[in-house]
């Protein structure tokens, strides 16, 4: 049988998608940190400054979006079928238990303003352990 | 789904990382396949038929038939 490496390639394209994956979130999270501090400790709310961060921020959030499309794409029919599965779950336990979080506090049950970090932390967590069950199911 | 594809890959030989390359897909899936643990879409169940140079029905076989 020829051995041409088709596999190889495929994961080589994989693993470059995910490289460029994890530059472009670590961008967009650090345009986070610098639009959400930058205006309180480096510019002092002034609106210009904060207009630009805000733009940085939008258009590497969108650069990340279009390189997480094109990771999905060079996944093969099984990969992304685990990844669309934990996807569907995240987005699925994010809107169930973030609606019934933010409900927490109106109906006195919390006595502090619920935090959309804590939602996002779940919805990370959610993510991750949906795709190491996808993965083990079919191992 | 059931398939024949661990007894036509012993014939030829070949491993589950010479099948996977052969139809540019990751080892687990051409395993999880080769398990019955994911039924492949049209196209890859026909990349499987023309590489062993067998129509569909002779590698996949439907157990609720």
């Given at each position: 049988m020829s051995n041409?490496?088709?596999?190889?390639?495929?994961?080589?394209?994989?693993?470059?998608?995910?490289?460029?994956?994890?530059?472009?979130?670590?961008?967009w999270l650090v345009s986070t940190v610098l639009l959400r501090f930058g205006a309180e400790y480096i510019w002092d709310f002034q609106a210009a400054y904060s207009i630009v961060a805000?733009?940085?921020?939008?258009?590497?959030?969108?650069?990340?979006?279009?390189?997480?499309?094109?990771?999905l794409s060079s996944l093969d029919e099984l990969q992304r079928k685990i990844t669309m599965d934990a996807?569907?779950?995240t987005l699925g336990i994010g809107l169930i238990a973030g609606i019934a979080y933010e409900q927490l506090e109106d109906i006195k049950l919390i006595p502090f303003e619920p935090e959309i970090g804590h939602l996002i932390m779940l919805m990370g967590i959610t993510?991750?352990?949906?795709?190491l069950i996808g993965n083990r199911k079919y191992k | 789904m059931k398939n024949r594809l661990k007894v036509l890959r012993a014939e030829r030989d070949w491993t589950q990382a010479d099948l996977a390359n052969a139809l540019a897909v990751s080892r687990q899936t051409a395993n999880a396949i080769e398990k019955g643990k994911f039924d492949p879409s049209l196209p890859?169940?026909?990349?499987?038929?023309?590489?062993?140079?067998?129509?569909?029905?002779?590698?996949?076989?439907?157990e609720q038939a």
């Open positions: 041409n490496h088709n596999e190889t390639i495929c994961s080589q394209e994989n693993g470059k998608y995910v490289k460029q994956l994890a530059l472009w979130t670590l961008a805000l733009t940085i921020h939008l258009v590497l959030g969108a650069a990340m979006i279009r390189v997480n499309v094109k990771h996807m569907g779950i993510y991750m352990v949906s795709i | 890859l169940a026909f990349k499987i038929a023309k590489l062993f140079k067998l129509s569909v029905e002779e590698i996949f076989i439907d």
